[in-house]
């Protein structure tokens, strides 16, 4: 079954850095539109980023463009997210996200369990 | 992008119908039929409802459709029951996601 597995998260200073790996399994993961999504403590959902099947095309939610680079690995299948310039309002969980079909990605069909990013003093 | 807007909480006694609304633009819920639902139970991760406004994945009960109007999409829940209590989210794929500010329905 489609299982992805985040790993990363922490407690990071302002202005620090950090980076977020997904491993994916169960799936040809190489097929998929995959993105990160956030939600901060007690808050909604908030998507973050999302990167192709071969990584050609790249989006970011303007609060994170600049800052933030979504990167994949097809070969180990792992998603990953580099976090710079890190900001007290990114403090959230970030869950690992799936696209429900591989044609469009108009849905998120599967997402991980999350990892926690605090970022404070 | 801003949020869609949806209500802050609704709620229904066992076995009665709720509807949570999602209102956007025409430059997203409008648009396009990209609309999708998800439901969140405490301390767990997003679960899909339904995508492209209608359909619902495998597994996922009949009690549970869609539907929209303009740029007002809607999910309903039919014949509610004691674990349909969450927190629902609707989103919008326009080339990029915008989710909805989050419904919790409560199971009176």
């Known amino acids: 079954q489609v299982q992805l597995v985040e790993s990363g998260g922490g407690l990071v200073k302002p202005g620090g850095s950090l980076r977020l790996s997904c491993a994916a399994s169960g799936f040809t993961f190489s097929d998929y539109y995959m993105s990160w999504i956030r939600q901060a403590p007690g808050k909604g959902l908030e998507w973050v980023s999302y990167i192709s099947s071969s990584g050609s095309t790249i989006y970011y939610a303007d609060s994170v463009k600049g800052r933030f680079t979504i990167s994949r690995d097809n070969a180990k299948n792992s998603l990953y997210l580099q976090m710079n310039s890190l900001r007290a309002e990114d403090t959230a969980v970030y869950y690992c996200a799936r696209a429900q079909i591989v044609v469009v990605p108009a849905a998120i069909g599967y997402w991980g369990q999350g990892t926690l990013v605090t970022v404070s003093s | 992008q801003s949020a869609l807007t949806q209500p802050r909480s609704v709620s229904g006694s066992p076995g009665q119908s709720v509807t949570i609304s999602c209102t956007g633009t025409?430059?997203?819920?409008?648009?396009?039929?990209?609309v999708s639902w998800y439901q969140q139970h405490p301390g767990k991760a997003p679960k899909l409802m339904i995508y492209?406004?209608?359909k619902r994945p495998s597994g996922v009960p009949d009690r549970f459709s869609g539907s929209k109007s303009g740029n007002t999409a809607s999910l309903t829940i039919s014949g509610l029951q004691a674990e349909d209590e969450a927190d629902y989210y609707c989103?919008?794929?326009?080339?990029?996601?915008?989710f909805g500010t989050g419904t919790k329905v409560t199971v009176l």
């Open positions: 025409s430059s997203d819920v409008g648009g396009y039929n990209y």
């Open positions: 492209d406004v209608s």
């Open positions: 989103c919008s794929y326009a080339g990029s996601y915008v």
